[in-house]
């Protein structure tokens, strides 16, 4: 292998000096995704034509998602749409890598979702590692110890044989990078429908945990301090565009194509996760980023636009894994594993030390200036000279055409209302057990159980309970809870309320556990941006959400965007996920989502409407989908909190389990399955109270509503305190033996249960080893 | 009762294994794979994890790390050494328990609450047990199939050096269900279930008692304290 600086077969760089001298060369913008419109505004920003390496640079950090140029519009009102109240605690809102919360004690959490759904389509395994590798990485470079993660993975119709070649690659994808990292995965979710059938979505979210003043920023500050990139080296995999590009640019017999697929080493980032936190320790980093989407190309001009504004780098300084790489594939490569850090020169021995103690590679590329010019040289010779807000910050801002849906209409108007209600004990037995044995709501531990969930043993709750809880601090066992929830057959029917009960759900699944709901972070997943009634959908989502937010007075701290989602021009249904996190003084009072003893009360909490509208009982039992979704009420939730709240602080709580997907029924059932204690329910005072049928008492999808489990010596207390807030409340009935009886209607037992729920997964994809 | 615990590049429950001696009444000791120092412990643990991305054979590279010349001296001088997961990979690898380790027979990683039967309770690592006790500790592993040629099996079996069993469905192929050994000694055991994440009550496995009650794994890191003070 020839050394890079010794390469003979170097192709001469396109210098500034080469684009002032020939203004009218050709350059391929159009390939590389940029518009006529906007490949002239980077003209008229550099007062000349770009180089080929600013193209690239403009190329990527100017696409969809780099700049959100789609979505921005919609974007501000999170940061406008907030109370004092949203801000007490948010250390870092939107715009960082990851936003920090205050969590009490001196400590901080840091959370993010973000989307790799397109590359985990094109290749199922590492796309999904790369995932989980990328916001691993957000999370690290603000000062944090990642502590745990969680997917968000939706999938086409479980039928359908392409499926099956999905799941299992992104589940070992999954499985392989998260576990080698060392990080619980504590929940999450799967679903299954032929909307995601060409365009799975592939979500990963990431949490850690800092001391406040370990906080970390992006970006570059101090004249003099130098800019190093470390980590694995730099290669060829992750060059989308780029490829286009070289190809004006490449020698003969130079390498053509490139991976756009990122390929991930989970080796690699677990031992960069330890030197950083040794690095962050010591004290030796005054500013970091990670390298992610766009590489140095979004390092570069992010941490020089967020610090002094000036930076000099040495691209040839960058070690590399293939030397025929062009300064314009360096620029643009997405290597995983590689952080860029920003260091004083007097401490630049020590890092190196660090560094070299845990065998990672790194380059001094340059130094931070004060010129408020980006400048690259490419051996000796000057490639890039721009002003990076230019490049990182003020790229262009659409006002996409914005329409309400054709169809909608009469969407809307096909409710659920016509579907037959069956009144037979036998029938509604018969519906019971298809929806805990559809694919959406059958037991998901043919995923779940290849992902470690125990290692750094502090995992208080994990799947399948409604949110997953991380103990932060072990002496006094304060720790966050965790839930993300999206339901897209709602979203489909109405895109602000479908976000609004997304925002409910993962609120209700936080308070159940005990915790107290306090962040936002958001992963949204839409069609093209350039569909108009996708346009309008997303626009509609973004506003339910932000308004939901401010009702509740919790910040949403960041997210991510994901727009195209879609086969040919069928797009998806549009899929807001929402994270929430939770805080609890002390995990020891965590609330158990299933039954653990006998002879317990089992009350429901809310008023049961007839919402079947967009309910997994319409889509499993009728193949429905049409209506307006379940009415949402936020305060009624604040208060439905606060109550399981004040219950939970008198210790007088056995389980607590939110009734979401498939009602009243769904919720019973994983209560017997948690730990296989049956019960006996009756629902006729509930009929009568709600005045419903049992199609709807068993199947509704009414928002605010909970059951939970009371030990019959904390009665009185737990009703008094019910009808001291005036929350509605019924005993349905009391924890029993091994089955679930519904009385007058159907009794089914603890193992017909399991063995319905547990065997859908493996019966589509194959034997696991429990 | 200084109980040293090794961190090799790519481990992950080296932590979690200091925790456990913590939590047995113990002082854990962090030790680093690069030096040749032991620091004066008692004893030593082998984490789990993925050394070296187990990219090799797992525990393989580990197996060669510069201190692992001293965990072999002190494994001969007859110094209490467990090995968990990843770390009995590694004392496969180094040849100071007999077999090898091979790729779960369902091909993914499993994570799972497993029930084992302990076989030999004349060890360092399991002389709190009762013979036959039935336990449950977290099993997590990709490459956890135990394998060996009859005649190590037959002498495995034959000198009573199985020290534990998977009960119920073998979760990943290992001959004779075989979840752990020790060798004749008995200063040397590796496993692969996660004894240390079940020593604390609220973060093991769920029994039917309590959620996440577990702790049945706390009983092996006792054993060696307990036989470190008697000794």
């Given amino acids: 292998m020839t050394a890079v600086s010794s390469s003979p077969s170097r192709p001469a760089a396109d210098t500034v000096s080469n684009a002032v001298a020939t203004p009218d060369r050709e350059q391929p913008y159009a390939a590389l995704g940029l518009t006529a419109d906007e490949y002239a505004r980077i003209r008229e920003i550099l007062g000349r034509r770009p180089t080929s390496g600013e193209l690239a640079m403009y190329s990527v950090m100017w696409s969809e998602h780099c700049s959100y140029k789609s979505s921005k519009k919609y974007l501000r009102q999170f940061g406008q749409k907030v109370s004092p109240a949203m801000k007490k605690n948010l250390m870092v809102g939107m715009g960082e890598n990851a936003g920090v919360v205050d969590v009490g004690q001196g400590w901080a959490v840091t959370f993010k979702v973000e989307s790799h759904n397109h590359p985990s389509y094109i290749e199922p395994f590492q796309g999904a590692a790369t995932g989980v590798g990328g916001i691993v990485r957000d999370i690290i470079s603000m000062g944090a110890r990642p502590v745990a993660v969680m997917d968000q993975l939706r999938f086409g119709a479980i039928e359908n044989p392409d499926t099956a070649r999905v799941v299992h690659g992104v589940t070992s994808g999954i499985s392989f990078y998260g576990n080698c990292l060392g990080l619980p995965n504590i929940g999450g979710e799967t679903y299954f429908d032929a909307v995601y059938q060409g365009n799975p979505l592939v979500n990963a979210l990431s949490v850690g945990v800092l001391r406040h003043e370990d906080l970390h920023l992006a970006n570059a500050r101090g004249v003099g301090n130098k800019v190093v990139l470390f980590g694995a080296r730099t290669g060829g995999d992750g060059i989308g565009g780029a490829s286009i590009l070289a190809s004006d640019t490449f020698s003969e017999g130079g390498p053509t194509k490139r991976p756009a697929v990122q390929v991930g080493d989970p080796f690699a980032e677990k031992v960069l996760i330890e030197c950083c936190l040794e690095l962050f320790r010591g004290k030796l980093v005054e500013g970091i980023q990670d390298l992610g989407a766009a590489g140095i190309s979004c390092a570069t001009s992010e941490l020089a636009s967020n610090g002094d504004g000036g930076m000099f780098i040495e691209l040839e300084r960058v070690l590399l894994r293939d030397p025929s790489l062009t300064a314009e594939e360096i620029l643009m490569s997405e290597s995983q594993e590689r952080m860029m850090a920003v260091v004083a020169p007097e401490k630049l021995d020590a890092f190196l030390e660090v560094t070299r103690k845990w065998d990672v590679e790194t380059s001094v590329l340059g130094e931070v200036t004060d010129t408020g010019r980006l400048v690259i040289n490419w051996h000796g010779e000057e490639i890039v000279n721009v002003e990076p807000r230019t490049v990182a910050l003020e790229g262009p801002v659409y006002d996409r055409p914005v329409a309400y849906p054709a169809w909608l209409d009469a969407l809307q108007a096909d409710t659920a209302d016509s579907l037959r209600h069956e009144t037979a004990p036998d029938l509604l037995r018969t519906q019971f057990l298809s929806l805990l044995g559809s694919p959406n709501l059958a037991d998901k531990s043919w995923i779940t159980d290849q992902y470690d969930r125990y290692v750094l043993g502090n995992t208080a709750l994990s799947f399948p309970d409604d949110a997953g809880m991380i103990r932060v601090d072990e002496e006094s066992g304060l720790g966050f809870a965790l839930a993300t929830d999206a339901n897209g057959r709602y979203c489909q029917l109405d895109p602000y309320q479908g976000a609004r009960l997304a925002l409910a759900e993962a609120f209700r699944n936080v308070a159940a556990t005990g915790a107290t709901p306090v962040a936002v972070s958001d992963c949204l997943n839409f069609g093209s941006p350039e569909n108009p009634e996708v346009m309008w959908q997303f626009s509609q989502a973004v506003e339910g959400l932000a308004d939901g937010c401010l009702e509740l007075e919790i910040p949403v701290t960041g997210g991510n965007v994901s727009f195209y989602n879609q086969t040919g021009d069928q797009p998806i249904h549009p899929t807001p996920v929402v994270a929430m996190l939770g805080v609890i003084d002390d995990v020891a009072k965590r609330i158990p989502s299933g039954w653990q003893d006998e002879g317990h009360n089992l009350y429901l909490l809310g008023v049961t409407r007839q919402e079947l509208d967009g309910s997994a009982w319409a889509g499993v039992v009728h193949g429905h989908l049409g209506g307006r979704p379940p009415a949402v009420d936020l305060p009624t939730e604040q208060a439905l909190a606060a109550l399981l709240a004040a219950a939970n602080s008198q210790n007088i709580l056995a389980s607590a389990h939110d009734l979401a997907d498939g009602g009243l029924a769904q919720a019973l059932a994983e209560s017997v399955l948690r730990f296989g204690v049956g019960a006996r329910v009756a629902l006729g005072e509930l009929m009568e109270r709600d005045g419903i049928d049992a199609t709807t008492a068993l199947f509704s999808e009414s928002t605010g509503r909970m059951l939970v489990a009371v030990p019959r010596e904390d009665d009185v207390k737990f009703r008094g305190l019910c009808e001291g807030r005036g929350y509605p409340v019924l005993r349905i009935g009391v924890t029993d033996g091994a089955d679930l009886e519904v009385q007058g209607l159907f009794t089914v037992s603890a193992d017909e249960l399991r063995a319905t729920s547990r065997a859908v997964l493996p019966a589509v994809f194959g034997q696991s080893g429990l | ?231």
């Avoid at chain 2, 040749?36 to 393989?60: E, K, Q």
């Fill in chain 2, 1 to 231: 009762m200084r109980i040293g615990v090794i961190t090799f590049p790519g481990s992950l429950d080296d932590r979690d294994a200091q925790r456990a001696v913590r939590l047995a009444g113990g002082e854990p000791v962090a030790l680093w794979h690069g030096d040749h120092d032991l620091a004066g412990v008692d004893a030593l643990v082998l984490p789990g994890g993925f050394s070296y991305g187990d990219y090799l054979r797992a525990g393989a590279i580990a197996s060669l790390s510069p201190i692992m010349r001293e965990v072999v001296a002190a494994a001969n001088s007859g110094m209490p050494v467990l090995g968990i997961c990843n770390g009995f990979q590694m004392l496969t690898e180094a040849h100071l328990l007999p077999g090898g380790l091979i790729r779960n027979e369902v091909g993914t990683f499993v994570c799972k609450d497993q029930k084992l039967r302990v076989e030999n309770t004349s060890t360092a690592w399991t002389n709190g047990f009762e013979q036959g006790q039935e336990i449950t500790i977290p099993l997590k592993n990709g490459e956890g199939g135990y394998i060996a040629d009859e005649e190590t099996l037959a002498r495995l079996e034959g000198e009573g050096l199985v020290a534990f069993r998977y009960l119920g469905k073998n979760p990943n192929g290992s001959l004779r269900d075989i979840a752990g050994i020790t060798n004749a000694r008995g200063n040397v055991v590796g496993l692969m279930p996660h004894p240390e994440h079940a020593t604390e009550p609220g973060f093991g496995p769920d029994t039917p008692t309590a959620m996440r009650s577990g702790v049945d794994g706390l009983t092996m890191f006792t054993s060696a304290l307990q036989g470190v003070l008697a000794g």
